[in-house]
């Protein structure tokens, strides 16, 4: 079978030719994608982005962390400036499916597949990401929590490219992530949680906590955060967020977990997690 691909070598060229073949599919590492596409009968052309200058990078500018759409899970989880910067973000791209999907998949290709399982997704979400886009009308940015509709759908509109990802740095914050799949390597998540505190010792004065794999699309557990923030941290109040946490979840019962684990799972996670930051 003949597919169709071009390789645009800059965006104005991608979206001049994506115009003029609507059905293409834009292709950016292609672990999604193309297992997707694997069995179909006939291919969409192929918009890919591999050679598109400007969509790579990960750079700090007066604070603001910007992370191009091409730089994959390697590139995420070695980057200096993520490792000063948001730690968590490098810790979740290492324990994404196996050495060869962190060398080809992308930060714009695990938003865009908008998978309530997604990796990145919690701790972009727990940064307060936004994702910039770009299209013929011009570029917009839109923040991350409303990019994800519902599994697989996205805010993003037709002919639009994700150009980066930005957020402020969280170098005055103790970040981490936390997932639990069926085993270490090449398991989807079964239920994820990020969380960013500011504190100073036992003394909360903000957290952020995002949980992946507990409803349709990522979500921030905000009554919890309310219930931490300007706060010390004592067993009461972690008995009280870790319930809390489990009545803002919206689980499902899948092949990978049930409903009640996963509940249970975020109220486990996020002990975890505060045990690992707030001291
Ligand atoms: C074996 C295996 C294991 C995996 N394990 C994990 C895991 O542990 N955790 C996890 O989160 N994911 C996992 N994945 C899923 C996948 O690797 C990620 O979602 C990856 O980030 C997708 O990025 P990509 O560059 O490969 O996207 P692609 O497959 O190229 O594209 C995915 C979608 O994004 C769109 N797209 C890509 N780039 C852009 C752009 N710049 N603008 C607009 N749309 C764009 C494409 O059109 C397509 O719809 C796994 C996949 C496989 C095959």
């Known amino acids: 079978m003949d597919v169709l691909t071009y390789s645009p070598s800059s965006v104005s060229d991608a979206l001049a030719w994506w115009h003029g073949h609507p059905d293409a599919r834009p292709l950016a590492g292609g672990t999604d994608l193309l297992v997707r596409l694997k069995d179909a009968p006939e291919w969409p052309p192929l918009l890919d982005l591999t050679y598109v200058a400007g969509l790579r990078g990960i750079r700090i500018t007066d604070g603001i962390v910007t992370i191009g759409a091409l730089s994959t899970y390697n590139d995420i989880e070695n980057s200096a400036v993520i490792l000063e910067h948001a730690p968590l973000l490098s810790e979740a791209a290492a324990l994404v499916g196996s050495p060869q999907i962190r060398n080809r998949g992308t930060i714009a290709g695990n938003i865009a597949n908008a998978s309530p399982a997604g990796d990145l997704l919690p701790p972009l979400c727990a940064l307060d990401a936004r994702v910039d886009v770009i299209s013929t009308a011009g570029a917009r940015s839109v923040p991350l929590e409303h990019v994800m509709l519902a599994p697989g759908k996205t805010a993003l509109r037709p002919y639009e490219l ?29 239920v994820s949680l990020a969380l960013v505190a500011r504190h100073a010792g036992r003394a909360i004065d903000f957290v952020r906590i995002a949980l992946g794999a507990v409803a349709p699309v990522i979500i921030r557990a905000r009554k919890t955060e309310e219930l931490l923030g300007g706060k010390l941290l004592d067993d009461a109040l972690m008995r009280a967020a870790c319930d809390l946490v489990q009545q803002e979840a919206a689980p499902i019962t899948d092949i990978r977990s049930n409903d009640q684990y996963r509940r249970a799972m975020c109220g486990a996670l996020l002990e975890r997690a505060l045990r690992r930051t707030v001291q």
């Not at 994700?162 to 079964?190: H, P, Y």
């Open 162 to 190: 994700i150009s980066s990802v930005s957020f402020a740095s969280s170098k005055e914050t103790d970040s981490v992530f936390e997932r639990l799949g069926q085993r270490q390597a090449l398991a989807i998540s079964k």
